[in-house]
């Protein structure tokens, strides 16, 4: 099973930057999408960004224009550059595959946490 960890999270002022990296173990790692989804306080996840095994991009409304998702296939690390932040991007962040494919998640990662002031 793989095992997804989180990082990069923090505290930054609103039109702030942050990078968050997410390391994957295991081997096969180049051939699934992955995604990035959030976590607000009372709110459901919501998946935010995907890069499919040949890079393609697409990303939720919210965050076009403002967010990046890349991936590093020889690190088995999956990127979210966050620019531009605002209060409402406040959450926990997460990868996995996307919901959106037909695998079926991975056990979560603790997640990291970012924390956008006003």
């Known amino acids: 099973q793989v095992q997804l960890v989180e990082s990069g999270g923090g505290l930054v002022q609103a039109g702030g930057s942050l990078r968050l990296s997410c390391a994957a173990s295991?081997?096969?790692?180049?051939?699934?999408?992955m995604g990035w989804y959030r976590q607000a306080p009372g709110k459901q996840r919501e998946l935010v960004a995907v890069?499919?095994?040949?890079?393609?991009?697409n990303y939720a409304d919210s965050v076009k224009g403002r967010f990046t998702i890349s991936r590093d296939n020889a690190k088995n690390t999956v990127y979210l550059q966050m620019n531009s932040l605002k209060p409402e991007d406040t959450a926990v962040y997460y990868c996995?595959?996307?919901?959106?494919?037909?695998?079926?998640?991975?056990?979560w990662g603790q997640g990291t946490q970012v924390t956008v002031s006003s």
């Open positions: 996995n595959v996307p919901s959106t494919s037909r695998v079926p998640p991975w056990n």
């Open positions: 295991g081997s096969a790692f180049s051939i699934y999408a």
């Open positions: 890069i499919t095994s040949g890079g393609s991009t």
